[in-house]
C-alpha cells in the first residue's frame, strides 16, 4: 500500500494539468523539505502492516493529515471526510487520486503511535530548525507565559463511599474526584472556577514563533516551571527573557543570572514595599513587549480552539499543545516569507 497509496495516477496527471492555485498549502510544500521529516519518522517509525495485515500507509502523508487537521480544526471523522472529498488535501498530503485514503480510525492509531515512539519534540525541533534555517525564526530573546486550557471533559463531582470494612480513618474521608480526566485539576482564576491544565509556552521576542512549552495540572503555578520553559526552547546564553509577576521570584532570577541572560521579568509590589519609579517604568517596557505572547496564546485559541483539550491526560495533552505548535508555526512562516 505504500507504493500505491503515493504512486501518481492519470487522474493526478490530469490536475497537475490545470496548474496551482498557489495556495496556503502549496505555499507550506515550497517552504518545508519534506524529506527531512521523512527522515525524521522513519527512525522510529517502521509500521510496515496495519493491524489486519494489509500493508501500512507511508509516515509522511499521514503526519501531513495531522497538520491539516489543526489547520481546519477536524475531528478524526471530520478529517476522513475531507481528505475523501477534496483534492487540495489530497495533493498535499501526497496521497494519490486512485489510492485507497486512511479512515479516522487508522489516523487516530498513527497519533497515538507517534506519541508511544516519543517522535513530536523531534519532529517540533525539525521544523523549527527549517524556519530558523532560513532566517525567519531569530532565538535573540524570549517571552514565557501560561494559559488555562480547560479539560475536554466536564467535571461532575463524584464521592467514592469506602466500604464498611475498612477502618475509620479511611471511612472518614472518602475519595472525591471530578471526572474520567483525573491529571486535570481546579484552578480560579479571576472569580471563575476551571477545570484542566495550564499550557506553558515560550515564544521568540520578535516574531512569536513556539520555542517551546509543555502541559500541567491547572494549579500548577508559573513561578515554577521558568527552568522547564528555558530547557524546552533552549534559550541561548545572552540572550534576553521576558515574563510577567507570575514569575516574579528570587530563585528566578538568579536562574537567568546563571545562564547569562538578562532579566526581564516584571516586578511585583509586597505588602509594605510598593514599586520604585524605575520598577515601575521597567513594568511599562516588559509589557510593551509582552503582548506577542499573549497574541500568540489568543491565536492558539481562537484560531486552533486550544481553549480546550480534545484528549485526555497529560501526555496527550502535550501532544495536542506540540501539534498545535508546529501547525501555527508553519502558518506564521509562510505569513512570513511571502
Same mark, same amino acid.
Given at each position: 500500500?505504500?507504493?500505491?497509496?503515493?504512486?501518481?495516477?492519470?487522474?493526478?496527471?490530469?490536475?497537475?494539468?490545470?496548474?496551482?492555485?498557489?495556495?496556503?498549502?502549496?505555499?507550506?510544500?515550497?517552504?518545508?523539505?519534506?524529506?527531512?521529516?521523512?527522515?525524521?519518522?522513519?527512525?522510529?517509525?517502521?509500521?510496515?502492516?496495519?493491524?489486519?495485515?494489509?500493508?501500512?500507509?507511508?509516515?509522511?502523508?499521514?503526519?501531513?493529515?495531522?497538520?491539516?487537521?489543526?489547520?481546519?480544526?477536524?475531528?478524526?471523522?471530520?478529517?476522513?471526510?475531507?481528505?475523501?472529498?477534496?483534492?487540495?488535501?489530497?495533493?498535499?498530503?501526497?496521497?494519490?487520486?486512485?489510492?485507497?485514503?486512511?479512515?479516522?480510525?487508522? @489516523?487516530?492509531?498513527?497519533?497515538?503511535?507517534?506519541?508511544?515512539?516519543?517522535?513530536?519534540?523531534?519532529?517540533?525541533?525539525?521544523?523549527?530548525?527549517?524556519?530558523?534555517?532560513?532566517?525567519?525564526?531569530?532565538?535573540?530573546?524570549?517571552?514565557?507565559?501560561?494559559?488555562?486550557?480547560?479539560?475536554?471533559?466536564?467535571?461532575?463531582?463524584?464521592?467514592?463511599?469506602?466500604?464498611?470494612?475498612?477502618?475509620?480513618?479511611?471511612?472518614?474521608?472518602?475519595?472525591?474526584?471530578?471526572?474520567?480526566?483525573?491529571?486535570?485539576?481546579? @484552578?480560579?482564576k479571576g472569580m471563575r472556577p476551571y477545570y484542566g491544565y495550564k499550557a506553558h509556552i515560550t515564544v521568540d521576542a520578535k516574531e512569536s514563533f513556539i520555542?517551546?512549552?509543555?502541559?500541567?495540572?491547572?494549579?500548577?503555578?508559573?513561578?515554577?516551571?521558568?527552568?522547564?520553559?528555558?530547557?524546552?526552547?533552549? @534559550?541561548?546564553?545572552?540572550?534576553?527573557?521576558?515574563?510577567?509577576?507570575?514569575?516574579?521570584?528570587?530563585?528566578?532570577?538568579? @536562574?537567568?543570572?546563571?545562564?547569562?541572560?538578562?532579566?526581564?521579568?516584571?516586578?511585583?509590589?509586597?505588602?509594605?514595599?510598593?514599586?520604585?519609579?524605575?520598577?515601575?517604568?521597567?513594568?511599562?517596557?516588559?509589557?510593551?513587549?509582552?503582548?506577542?505572547?499573549?497574541?500568540?496564546?489568543?491565536?492558539?485559541?481562537?484560531?486552533?480552539?486550544?481553549?480546550?483539550?480534545?484528549?485526555?491526560?497529560?501526555?496527550?495533552?502535550?501532544?495536542?499543545?506540540?501539534?498545535?505548535?508546529?501547525?501555527?508555526?508553519?502558518?506564521?512562516?509562510?505569513?512570513?516569507?511571502?
Amino acid at each position: 500500500m505504500t507504493d500505491q497509496c503515493t504512486t501518481k495516477g492519470f487522474a493526478d496527471f490530469a490536475v497537475e494539468q490545470r496548474g496551482y492555485a498557489h495556495t496556503f498549502l502549496d505555499k507550506v510544500d515550497t517552504l518545508i523539505e519534506w524529506d527531512r521529516i521523512e527522515k525524521v519518522l522513519m527512525k522510529k517509525y517502521r509500521k510496515t502492516a496495519s493491524a489486519d495485515g494489509r500493508p501500512a500507509y507511508p509516515a509522511l502523508p499521514m503526519f501531513k493529515l495531522l497538520l491539516l487537521q489543526r489547520w481546519y480544526n477536524l475531528s478524526d471523522p471530520g478529517l476522513e471526510e475531507a481528505v475523501k472529498d477534496r483534492i487540495s488535501f489530497i495533493r498535499f498530503s501526497g496521497f494519490s487520486l486512485a489510492s485507497t485514503l486512511p479512515d479516522h480510525s487508522t @489516523i487516530c492509531r498513527f497519533r497515538n503511535t507517534l506519541l508511544a515512539l516519543r517522535l513530536y519534540d523531534l519532529l517540533f525541533e525539525e521544523i523549527n530548525c527549517q524556519i530558523e534555517t532560513k532566517g525567519l525564526l531569530v532565538r535573540e530573546g524570549a517571552i514565557v507565559d501560561a494559559a488555562i486550557v480547560e479539560s475536554s471533559r466536564r467535571p461532575r463531582k463524584v464521592i467514592e463511599v469506602m466500604p464498611e470494612d475498612r477502618k475509620e480513618e479511611e471511612a472518614s474521608a472518602p475519595h472525591t474526584s471530578y471526572s474520567a480526566d483525573t491529571d486535570a485539576t481546579w @484552578i480560579k482564576k479571576g472569580m471563575r472556577p476551571y477545570y484542566g491544565y495550564k499550557a506553558h509556552i515560550t515564544v521568540d521576542a520578535k516574531e512569536s514563533f513556539i520555542l517551546g512549552g509543555h502541559i500541567t495540572p491547572a494549579h500548577v503555578a508559573d513561578t515554577t516551571e521558568l527552568t522547564h520553559l528555558l530547557n524546552d526552547a533552549k @534559550i541561548p546564553e545572552g540572550a534576553f527573557v521576558l515574563a510577567d509577576k507570575g514569575y516574579a521570584s528570587e530563585k528566578n532570577r538568579n @536562574i537567568l543570572t546563571e545562564r547569562t541572560c538578562t532579566d526581564g521579568i516584571m516586578h511585583k509590589a509586597a505588602r509594605g514595599r510598593p514599586l520604585t519609579p524605575l520598577q515601575r517604568f521597567i513594568n511599562h517596557l516588559i509589557s510593551s513587549q509582552r503582548y506577542k505572547v499573549e497574541r500568540c496564546i489568543g491565536t492558539l485559541k481562537r484560531g486552533y480552539h486550544f481553549f480546550r483539550m480534545r484528549y485526555l491526560g497529560l501526555k496527550k495533552g502535550q501532544m495536542e499543545l506540540t501539534m498545535t505548535a508546529m501547525a501555527y508555526n508553519l502558518k506564521k512562516a509562510v505569513l512570513l516569507s511571502t
